[in-house]
């Protein structure tokens, strides 16, 4: 069974800084393209940033110049810097491969951006 966890949201003011981690358990990450998800309140999940099993990532527009992305196969994890964060980047992070394989869903962790 593989397991996702993430770990590193919390409250940041506009334009702070975070790190999310995502270990995964199993052997889908050294083989997978992960991606970190966030789904905002009354909002459908999107995929905001993405990377191949050799490192090569991808970026919404909404996060393109600000978040990035990275994994370090020997820990099975995958890291979001997010950086000049904005009210709009609040929501529940995730991560999973791209694109669904139907593994289960981790718990995410919140991101609360606010004055």
């Known amino acids: 069974q593989v397991r996702l966890v993430e770990s590193g949201g919390g409250l940041a003011q506009p334009g702070e800084s975070l790190r999310l981690s995502c270990v995964a358990s199993g052997s889908i990450f050294k083989v997978s393209v992960m991606g970190w998800y966030r789904q905002a309140p009354g909002k459908q999940r999107e995929l905001v940033a993405s990377i191949t099993s050799g490192g090569s990532p991808n970026y919404a527009d909404s996060v393109k110049g600000r978040f990035i992305i990275s994994r370090d196969k020997s820990k099975n994890t995958v890291y979001l810097q997010m950086n000049s964060l904005k009210p709009e980047d609040t929501a529940v992070y995730y991560c999973?491969?791209?694109?669904?394989?139907?593994?289960?869903w981790g718990p995410g962790t919140q991101v609360i951006v606010s004055p």
């Open positions: 999973n491969t791209f694109p669904l394989k139907g593994h289960r």
